[in-house]
């Protein structure tokens, strides 16, 4: 069964950093999308992808991130200067169509970012 | 704003059947009814979404008001591997936005 994959798994890095989180999206899919999910919290929209440009975002995804799909098969989420409450499980997600109408969206298993 | 409610936290025994109630009472006519769940550490998973008549899948079955501001998500045999939070969403955006609230924690007792 095809399934989203990210790497790494599980990202440490430095406040102040920059990282860069991967995603492979299933290969037929048009539609692309970052979540994260802070510790106990809910699952909260960051951004939704669509022909090779950002179609929606949220409050959340201000200047500090940015999405890109370098080579038709990757879909990345970079967080420039990281801060203490970056720290959360990100997940990527694609559907074949908008999943918010009528069909389903595929998510990876996350990776978790902890910024110290 | 996920523009459902649902229980905090339910509970079952295994190999019973489960009914998860959702509110979504100012529902438009065009929004499907999406449910997801998401298991320990993992990420959200597809459960079964509808529109307006009742949806029977391998994992679930969905149940939709005839007024469309509620609906049932019926797990027909809990397993122990079904507890997890599941998630009763609104479709709403048309490029694929999931607004996700705080869910349900179905827990399930062998």
């Known amino acids: 069964e095809p399934e989203v994959t990210q790497t790494p798994s599980h990202q440490v890095t430095q406040m102040g950093q920059e990282v860069i989180l991967r995603c492979v999206p299933i290969s037929n899919h048009l539609y692309f999308y970052w979540y994260r999910q802070i510790l106990g919290q809910k699952v909260e929209f960051l951004v939704s992808?669509?022909?090779?440009?950002?179609?929606?975002k949220s409050e959340i995804f201000d200047d500090q991130f940015s999405v890109e799909r370098p080579d038709g098969s990757n879909f990345t989420l970079k967080i420039r200067s990281t801060k203490l409450e970056d720290s959360a499980m990100y997940f990527c997600?694609?559907?074949?169509?908008?999943?918010?109408?009528?069909?389903?969206?595929?998510f990876g298993q996350g990776t978790r970012l902890t910024v110290v | 704003d996920a523009k459902t409610t649902q229980p905090n936290s339910m509970e079952s025994n295994e190999e019973e059947p489960v009914h998860l109630p959702c509110n979504h009472s100012?529902?438009?006519?065009?929004?499907?009814i999406h449910w997801y769940r998401q298991l320990p550490s993992q990420g959200p998973e597809y459960v079964i979404h509808?529109?307006?008549s009742n949806v029977n899948n391998r994992m679930a079955s969905l149940a939709i008001a005839e007024d469309r501001k509620s609906s049932t998500l019926i797990l027909h045999r809990a397993t122990l591997r079904d507890a997890a939070v599941y998630y009763c969403i609104r479709g709403g955006t048309s490029y694929g936005k999931l607004t996700f609230g705080q869910g349900t924690i179905l827990t399930v007792h062998p």
């Open positions: 509808g529109l307006t």
């Open positions: 100012t529902i438009s006519g065009t929004d499907y």
């Open positions: 992808f669509y022909n090779n440009e950002i179609s929606e």
């Open positions: 997600a694609s559907s074949e169509w908008s999943g918010a109408v009528n069909t389903e969206a595929f």
